[in-house]
């Protein structure tokens, strides 16, 4: 199996913050909006080399979402940011209307994403978001896994036109990606390839699934672990070339697995190669409060859960 | 337009024409042509969307597009949707909007594009008074002042009126013009937004007072369903079409308006 070390644990979203450092310096066009997060966003190095290039919004978010399109008429490309909570759920219509639908080249940058925000609890840990943004038409939905591909993500959806939703964490997790990586948008990236199953997984769960795959390893089962970090577009070939050699599927991610990356998997294996899979996700459910650790652990969301769900699609076969 | 297909919103149409023939024709600095950009142009963005009728009737006049496809509105396959949008690349739109309350950050966002921009151009946007129950509103109205967006005349169309009946009965407003000086912008009225020489006076008042470190807000006052006497006093035509004998009653009370129905 590949080796993946991890170069130190950093939170994802110290990646957008380092992206957006970078973009401050290479973009001229590139304009930040937050909601009164900023310390949270990793935003202050963005701040202090380009305070004109900065707006503050207060606790105010719909008008965010609004300032953002607007701001996008006359070539700014504004990255809106606070917790993922208020940047979708809270301003949906906001986004429907003047962002999707009149398809303005926002991005909007969403941390704190899933039950690893930690003790603040449910309202805070949002489990829906990804499903909320991926059924807007024309809406690009990425969920990066460590700190480099976030800090890549950011670069790359700069330069992409049109909405995107890009979502990270808090928690400081293992950094184990190339520090200089080509972040595709809509392009699956393979870690590892094996013949007996498929895990793919997003975000936080990515590396949660090469732990998994180590272990499962030793007990003689191969996996082929996939990265998808661009929930919609959906690599759709990269998925079903794996399973077709595979014959079997897991999906993880810190969502609930409705309207997560496991259904928009499903949607793809139904439609052109059924095959049994297992969902690694939340099961309709609100989080609550608790260190990432033990929320991880209570809710299903590691590598041990990725393990049990393996053995269990291994049985349907 | 509304006749023809049995649907659309005539009241605050009408009560509006002389604001958007004033602000097209009198006031704002336009490029030729069209794009998205709106760069060393004046801008306007419509944030009550139903009143779509008369923003098309000015636009396609204005040349944007043919004043025949007006003919097309709120039919399959047209570039007029029921609510403005930029989704069928209608020349004119620069961002979509019906649901309520979304216009004036929008308008916010291009001002300071502007400003970043370096294009010393306005920004112009035109809002119910009813649409200001939404709380969106104030959260720009807020931010417009505290960031002194000076480069944006936001107009308050006060019809008194809304779906359900009059404003101040449904959801009370109250003085409309003190909230926005309390918030911190300059506040100008004009008395009879259907008084033509009132509005582009008032629009060229306003437009003077832009650059002076505050946003500037007209509160203009219009009747709805204005120059149709059955339409006007009630909010009854808010989204209601004429029948074939009110149309003709109507259009016999405005023998100018040029055969687009």
Redesign the interface.
Known sequence: MEKYTDQGKKDTRSGFGAGMTELGRTNPNVVALCADLVGSLKLETFIEENPERFFQVGIAEANMIGLSAGLTIGGKIPFATTFANFATGRVYDQIRQSVAYSHKNVKICASHAGVTLGEDGATHQILEDIGLMKMLPGMTVINSCDFNQTKAATIAIANHYGPVYLRFGRPKVANFTPEHQQFEIGKAVMLNEGKDVTIIATGHLVWEALQAAERLEQQNISCEVINIHTIKPLDEEAILTSVRKTGCVVTAEEHNFLGGLGESVARTLATSHPTPQEFVATQDTFGESGTPDQLMEKYGLNNKAIEKAVLKVLSRK | MVHKVNSGHPGGSLGCTEFFVALYNEVMELKEGFD????NED?F?LSNGHISPVFYSVLARRGYFPVDELNTFRLINSRLQGHP???EGLPGI??????L??????????????K??G?DHLVYSLHGDGELQE??NW??I??AA??KVDNLIATVDRNGQQIDGPTEEVLPLGDIGEKFRVFGWDVLEIENGNDLQQVVAGLKEAKSRTGKGKPVCIVMTTMMGNGVDFMMHTHAWHGKAPNDEQLETALAQNPETLGDY
């Open positions: 998205m950009d709106g760069k801008v963005f949008t930029t989704h620069r961002v979509a909007s019906g649901s309350g979304q216009g004036m950050s929008v308008a916010l966002g291009a001002a300071l594009a502007k970043l921009n294009d709380g969106q959260e720009a807020l931010f505290g960031q």
